[in-house]
């Protein structure tokens, strides 16, 4: 007969085992080495991360997009010191006459003055885009430092001269000169796309902005331009679109940036020696224990946004509904730190500058084919999932969104001259 352990023997050692076998658990969860790990070359893959993107004029320039920039900085910091703020009703009326909601003699002495001083620069800096490759200045990026800035003025200053190139299209259309205005429409764009090249959310919201400013002024110009110059254009904004960096990406750069603000003290003394040396100072903070777990949490969460981000909107929406819905449901959550987020503004800014980009390249294909043919297509020639024609008769087109809520009404495109597409995308 075998011998039958006794009770409380047998629950004490399934106790022990138990409590073992949640301390190894425990510690494993709570190594941060594989973090560690992935964090540095991340940082190291990321600081040294080139941007090549499709060139929009011919010949280009040599060199990169930072290069050109970097040369430009002081010029652009003394102006951006030197240069008053407009007032809010000054502000105001220059945007509306960029838009085209008001003549360009409602702009204020001011504004012409200020544009005019500034405007060898602003040629400069246009002219930087035509360089090889994108990619902005290092210190501009994400990874450069927890200082920021110094970053955030020179990122400024660039907004600032895109605002003044959109209203140097309007001026330039505003005296007939179409051809001239689309040359400076194009590489406004150019611009604002380079924003996104590196420069994390920031960067990427400042595009987004730029493409709003500028985008109106721009279909006037091409509306207006010569024949020759409307297919040219096709062939620059298609590469300027397919230059656009995915949203993974700079979030990506985000959250290793990210990681470095909150989480850097925690990494070994080896670790730390491995990253910039602006990264170097590491306060240590209260709460490793928790933190660490924190960590760890924190990566899971970015990995789940990074895998979804790039998803159509509206697969995207539904995606991150369902994370926000999963971290709600999860037992033992830490507190979380900072972190990356993809806010429905940001999102819905990032939609309307692809349907902004496509409709600019639709308004020139449909007036170049409408020249060529003596009549409307009967659908884009390019193909595109958010925008679809609809005739309306030998006279008329319309542009429709297929994206719900961003162009509510339709693009009207008529054949009785320019400007035919002055209402494109009528959102705010």
């Not at 085992?17 to 992935?38: F, I, N, P």
């Not at 959109?166 to 764009?189: N, Q, Y």
């Not at 850097?264 to 240590?284: F, I, M, N, V, Y």
Request: include cysteine.
């Amino acid at each position: 007969m075998a011998l039958k352990r006794p009770l409380p023997a047998l629950m004490g050692g399934v106790s022990l085992s138990a409590l073992v076998s949640l301390g190894a658990l425990a510690y494993q969860h709570l190594r941060t080495d594989a973090l560690e790990e992935r964090l540095l070359r991340e940082v190291n893959t990321l600081t040294h991360a080139e941007h090549p993107r499709p060139v929009h004029v011919t010949p280009a320039r040599p060199g990169t997009f930072g290069e050109a920039v970097e040369a430009l900085r002081p010029a652009l910091i003394q102006r951006a010191r030197e240069t008053p703020a407009p007032s809010a009703a000054e502000a105001a009326t220059r945007e509306a006459v960029t838009e085209g909601r008001a003549p360009v003699t409602d702009l204020p002495a001011a504004s012409r003055e200020a544009l005019e001083q500034g405007r060898p620069l602003m040629r400069q800096v246009l002219a930087a885009t035509h360089a090889e490759s994108g990619g902005l200045p290092e210190d501009l990026r994400p990874l450069s430092g927890p200082e920021a800035s110094r970053r955030d003025v020179l990122l400024q200053s660039l907004r600032h001269v895109v605002e003044e190139a959109a209203l140097e299209t309007r001026l330039l259309v505003s005296r007939g000169e179409a051809d001239a205005a689309v040359d400076t429409c194009v590489d406004t764009l150019a611009l604002s796309r380079e924003l996104a090249l590196g420069g994390g959310l920031l960067g990427q919201r400042l595009s987004a902005t730029g493409y709003s400013r500028a985008w109106r002024a721009c279909a006037d110009a091409l509306d207006a331009a010569s024949l020759a110059r409307k297919r040219q254009a096709i062939s620059q904004l298609t590469r300027l679109q397919e230059g656009f960096p995915p949203v993974s990406l700079t979030l990506h750069e985000e959250a290793v940036a990210a990681q470095l603000h909150a989480f850097r003290d925690l990494l070994s003394d080896e670790a730390r020696a491995g990253l910039p040396p602006s990264w170097s100072d590491a306060p240590a903070l209260p709460g490793a224990l928790s933190r660490q777990l924190q960590w760890r949490q924190w990566v899971e969460d970015a990995d789940r946004l990074l895998a979804v981000a790039d998803q159509p909107a509206e697969d995207r929406r539904r995606s991150l509904a369902a994370l926000e819905a999963r971290k709600g449901g999860e037992y033992f959550r830490q507190a979380e730190a900072p972190g990356v987020r993809l806010s429905p503004e940001d999102m819905e800014a990032l939609d309307l500058r692809a349907l902004r980009s496509e409709a600019l390249i639709a308004l020139a294909e449909v007036d170049v084919a409408r020249a060529e043919k003596g009549q409307w297509p009967r659908v884009l020639p390019t193909r595109t999932t958010s925008l679809v024609l609809k005739p309306v008769d030998e006279n008329q087109v319309h542009i429709r969104s297929c994206v719900q809520g961003l162009m509510p009404d339709p693009l009207v495109v008529k054949a009785d001259g320019p400007p035919a597409l002055r209402q494109v995308l009528d959102v705010p």
